[in-house]
């Protein structure tokens, strides 16, 4: 392949595979110098694996490589390079911003002095003049406190500035080129819109290239140049950005783009992949029961008033140093039998406390929690224990919410066995195996481990999990945003088909405001602790009446014919 002096990454013909199992075939592609190409598919697909590859992260004792990966500022194959043509590359011509910042920042060293080590790896300057330059692109990613960020660990930063810290680190050598991957999908919208035009305009000012990516087409679409579409491992359609979105050639490019909320009416069902692509793996659709409960739209389930939750501060060795941070400032809503009630706000508004303290897993201050009419912030320990089997939560990351040494089935059943729903545990595993494929999943499945399935079947388990004990209100918080848009539909159809066959109740808690306005009858907006709007789904988006609604529905990324 002959070398471009204008691009900074050329990947031809490269193929990875383990064991009998091809995981890319014949991938190519090309980033040029002030270009951001976006890499789109499903989980799964192989984005992750190709952009590791042009790292050289992966165990090679595993993984059979083979293709030609050229990277400026090196001669060679990167394929056939050794160790130490690599450590000079990473952080020097090539780096990358992963997707969760937490995960990738060392908790036990300071933010600056992390950044400071990757300048120190490849340049031969001064502590003095290294901690210049780490507070210098503190300031050009727009942290707050420059200084105070220098000398704070991770856990002491949000998730917008823990990212921020991720892209001055990956800035810090100036590299031609910047792996991005899906680096704002944990976000919420106005950090997210916030962090991609400072990525944007930080890449143009250093003239380097970037490999964008990301299961979000609209985010793509505002951001990148071209567009590449993976399809197992295969890239099956790429081009400039408008020429894909606007004419896919590939089913499996307009399955995708169908598959977006943002693209149909609330309560309309959502096209999965396999609607497209007849050969497409997907899991068999969900089979709703035939129990079908009439809801009385009238018929109260949830009155909270007045709630209050504030968290005290204090210093290390002096308790006489308290500050007071208010949670929830006397938070009130209702919540109809039948009905999801949609919550939004920015990361630290104060949904994660409200949802803790609606299921009494963190006590709230003062306020009244009426469920059915009886009151739930004065039952004891054990009356709350009994109640909770008529509310519970779909957590955001199934993996974490799932024990890794027991089968999805056990995982099951012992929630049904605490509550005494069966006798044994042998009655239970028929139950189990009806829910299982009620969700979508098979019986085979019972006696799986949680790593050996997909994050869209982890999350039809905890789905599974939350039926089994035959609640009447379920919170999902953030149950989706990990998920790419195929398998989000699919659950949102899921959640949807539940809804209708037991009676269900959600409160549905959600940074990605068109997933909230699809699934919602009503929204209510959340600021520094306080509801300051809340309306019908349609009649919010349409004629927002706070600043601050305004702000968030302009921040949502949108495909251009969505404008």
Not at 120 to 137: A, C, F, G, M, N
Not at 270 to 294: C, G, M, Q, Y
């Amino acid at each position: 392949m002959d070398k471009d002096s204008s691009k900074v990454l050329q990947i031809e013909n490269l193929n990875i595979e383990t064991g009998t199992t091809k995981l890319l075939h014949n991938v190519s592609l090309e980033v040029n110098r002030g270009e951001i190409l976006g890499l789109v598919g499903e989980s799964g697909s192989g984005k992750t694996i190709t952009s590791l590859s042009i790292m050289q992260l992966l165990d090679m004792n595993i993984l059979k490589t083979k293709g030609i990966i050229h990277l400026q500022g090196c001669e060679e194959n990167i394929v056939q390079a050794d160790e130490k043509k690599l450590n000079d590359l990473r952080g020097n011509h090539v780096s990358m911003i992963f997707q969760e910042p937490m995960t990738a920042l060392n908790p036990l060293m300071r933010c600056g002095t992390q950044v400071a080590e990757v300048i120190h790896r490849h340049r031969d300057i001064s502590r003095t003049e290294t901690r210049k330059l780490v507070l210098d692109l503190f300031h050009q990613v727009q942290l707050p406190e420059p200084e105070k960020k220098y000398n704070s660990y991770p856990h002491e930063l949000s998730g917008g500035q823990k990212q921020r810290v991720m892209i001055a680190m990956a800035l810090a050598n100036k590299p031609s080129l910047i792996i991005a991957d899906e680096p704002t999908t944990a976000l919420d919208v106005t950090v997210q819109a916030a962090i991609l035009n400072l990525m944007k305009s930080l890449m143009l000012n250093q003239s380097a290239g970037m490999l964008f990516i990301s299961h979000d087409l609209a985010v793509v679409s505002m951001l990148c140049d071209r567009i590449a579409v993976m399809y197992r491992g295969n890239i099956i359609e790429q081009g400039k950005t408008r020429q894909v979105l606007d004419s896919p050639q590939h089913p499996y490019t307009r399955a995708l783009l169908a598959c977006r909320p943002a693209a149909h009416e609330r309560g309309k069902r959502l096209p999965v992949v396999s609607d497209f692509i007849k050969d497409a793996h997907e899991t068999a659709s969900v089979s709703p029961s035939t129990i079908n409960l009439e809801t009385n739209d009238s018929q109260l389930l949830l009155d909270v008033k007045d709630m209050y939750k504030a968290y005290t501060k204090h210093g290390f060795w002096q308790r006489k140093k308290q500050k007071t941070f208010v949670a929830l400032n006397n938070v009130s809503f209702q919540i109809k039998k039948g009905e999801t009630l949609g919550l939004v706000g920015e990361s630290g508004c104060g949904k994660t406390t409200l949802s803790r303290c609606l299921l009494m897993l963190l006590p709230p201050d003062s306020g009244s929690i009426q469920y059915n009419g009886a009151e739930v912030t004065t039952l004891s320990r054990e009356d709350i224990r009994k109640w909770r089997k008529n509310v519970q939560v779909i957590f955001q990351d199934p993996y974490s919410a799932l024990n890794p040494r027991i089968p999805i089935g056990r995982a099951i059943s012992e929630v049904m066995l605490y509550h005494q729903l069966v006798s044994s545990y042998a009655a239970s595993v028929s139950r189990v195996i009806d829910l299982l494929q009620q969700v979508g999943l098979k019986a085979e499945h019972y006696w799986r481990y949680p790593h050996e399935f997909s994050g869209g079947q982890r999350q039809r388990i905890c789905i599974a999990r939350a039926l089994s004990v035959e609640p009447e209100f379920i919170v999902c918080d953030e149950s989706v945003s990990a998920l790419d848009v195929s398998v989000q539909a699919q659950i949102l159809n899921l959640l949807n088909d539940l809804k209708k066959s037991y009676g269900l109740s959600y409160l549905f808690i959600s940074h990605d405001l068109s997933v909230v306005r699809y699934m919602s009858d009503r929204i209510m907006v959340m600021q520094e602790g306080r509801i300051i709007e809340q309306a019908e789904s349609d009649v919010l988006f349409h004629q927002p009446q706070r600043s601050y609604t305004k702000t968030l529905l302009e921040a949502i990324p949108k495909l251009h014919y969505e404008n």
